[in-house]
């Protein structure tokens, strides 16, 4: 199974900019990193996909070094309902692997 | 375009009573899976299939699970008998056919079991 390693929890404020980094050193060549957000009560909802370099779309970038070994999620400016969980998953040919995710807590 | 519908949203039993769970997914999408979530955890993958085809079961406990996708489409998920630590959340996801990895995943609003 793809392992990812990713802090417990994070605390921010408003208006400000959030970066969860994943690691995931097992990473194989035809995986890919995927971001999910999950509010209690909800399952998880899709955020962001990439393979290598930087993703971006309306709703946050995902940043990928070379090695592939670790990725970070950047959420620009965040409000009170971006409070959530956050996953890293590694997608591809093995089981999917969601981890204990990342319980952002976002301060007015 | 509808979600994926899951029923019932909660349900509660005895330990050692059966239940069952049922999914239906995102038209067209060809990939379905079934997740269980523990309170304070991440979701742990089930089983999963493609079209009505098991992809991966590795996870599943298969002396009191059993999930089946008749015709591609619908799914149901059965445990029988079920224990005091099966109650969680059981969420089902599905997914259009896209080149390896390379897949979002829809999820359902979930069914949470409470085994007493």
């Known amino acids: 199974l793809a392992k990812t390693t990713q802090p417990i929890s994070m605390d921010s404020y408003e208006g400000q900019e959030v970066n969860i980094t994943c690691s995931h050193n097992n990473i194989a060549t035809n995986d890919y990193i995927t971001w999910y957000q999950q509010f209690p009560s909800q399952g998880p909802r899709f955020i962001i996909q990439g393979y290598k370099t930087k993703v971006t779309n309306e709703v946050a970038s995902l940043f990928i070094p070379a090695d592939r070994k670790s990725s970070t999620l950047s959420l620009p400016r965040v409000s009170l309902s971006d409070t959530a969980v956050y996953y890293c998953?590694?997608?591809?040919?093995?089981?999917?692997?969601f981890g204990s995710g990342t319980r952002l807590q976002v301060q007015p | 375009e509808a979600g994926v519908a899951q029923s019932p949203r909660y349900k509660i039993i005895e330990k050692r009573q059966s239940v069952a769970f049922w999914c239906n997914p995102i038209s067209g999408h060809a990939t379905l899976y079934w997740y269980q979530q523990i309170l304070g955890q991440g979701p742990k993958l089930l089983i999963q299939f493609q079209n009505n085809g098991v992809v991966d079961d590795s996870q599943l406990p298969k002396d009191r699970f059993s999930a089946e996708r008749l015709k591609g489409v619908d799914s149901t998920l059965k445990i029988q008998p079920a224990k005091l630590e099966d109650s969680a959340v059981y969420l089902c996801?599905?997914?259009?056919?896209?080149?390896?990895?390379?897949?979002?995943?829809?999820f359902g609003p979930g069914t949470r079991l409470t085994v007493t």
């Open positions: 998953l590694v997608t591809g040919r093995r089981a999917l692997t």
């Open positions: 996801a599905s997914s259009p056919l896209r080149d390896l990895g390379d897949y979002e995943q829809y």
